[in-house]
């Protein structure tokens, strides 16, 4: 749950010019409500769409909020949770002296996530009838930042999740801005002279431009090797699970307050 002595949560998120992924958002701050009943959970979103972060910081003061903990929805530590979201929240605390806030850690090696994202790539496996041996590869993408800490972060996760799945090959690509690039992953990948299988998880929340931008990448690399099997697992989704990593990470950071 929030920590103890908050009495409301502000759910952020990126934000998406995608419908579907809006509303899985606002399903997901649906799911989280339910788990943290009575405490009131307000969601909105850094970019896009509205409630913008003032909007829900407004909402939440006018229902008698007076120390909130701020939830940014966001995969990896970067520029969004380190100045971005503080930044915002900071100025609309601002105009509520009095009210008291703190941030929560990003989701990133959460458990349940981890647990979540083990469940999709069997999912997958499971739909496509694959049996896991030598011949099939696992390759998990980000979004891609220039943060070396969130690329690096990626890195572990896929490797812990490889392991979890006991899958014998294993490779992390990036979108954008990082390296390297997804289709340069899978073409290396779909090029061991062992691999008929290649299992890509898109390490996304939600529906959006990049889910199919990602999946049209691992359709051409099908077109370039054709004797390989490409698989496209789905993204996180607004889970029981992730809710859960929120819940947990709102305990792992210090609480700030600006009066």
């Known amino acids: 749950m929030a920590t103890p002595q908050s009495d409301a949560v502000l759910l952020v998120g990126h934000g998406t010019r995608d419908p579907a992924g809006t509303e899985e958002f606002f399903q997901l701050a649906s799911v989280l409500a339910e788990r943290l009943a009575p405490l009131p959970v307000e969601g909105c979103l ?12 407004r909402t939440l003061v006018r229902r008698g909020a007076k120390q909130i903990r701020v939830a940014p929805l966001l995969l990896f530590a970067a520029g969004h949770a380190r100045s971005d979201i503080p930044d915002a929240v900071a ?24 647990k979540l994202l083990s ?17 099939v590869a696992l390759v998990m993408v980000g979004r891609g930042s220039y ?26 690509g990036f979108y954008a801005m990082a390296e390297p690039k997804l289709p340069d992953v899978l073409d290396e990948v779909a090029g061991r002279s062992e691999i008929r299988t290649v299992i890509v998880q898109p390490h996304l929340l939600f529906q959006g431009r990049l889910y199919d931008a990602i999946a049209d990448q691992v ?31 709102g305990f792992a950071s210090m609480p700030q307050s600006l009066t």
């Open 219 to 249: 359709a051409e690399a099908s077109k370039r090797h054709p004797h390989v099997r490409f698989v496209v697992a789905d993204y996180l989704g607004p889970t029981a699970e992730v809710a859960e990593a929120l819940v947990r990470r």
């Open 119 to 135: 469940s999709r790539i069997k999912q997958a496996a499971d739909r496509e009838a694959i049996q896991v041996d030598e011949s």
């Open 46 to 57: 850094l970019e896009f769409q509205h409630p913008t972060i003032p909007e829900a910081w």
């Open 91 to 114: 100025a609309s605390a601002t105009e509520t002296p009095g009210v008291c806030y703190s941030q929560s850690a990003p989701l990133s090696r959460a458990p349940t996530i981890i």
């Open 147 to 172: 943060d070396p800490c969130a690329k690096a972060d990626m890195r572990v996760l896929g490797e812990i999740v490889a392991r979890r799945c006991e899958m014998p090959h294993h490779a992390v």
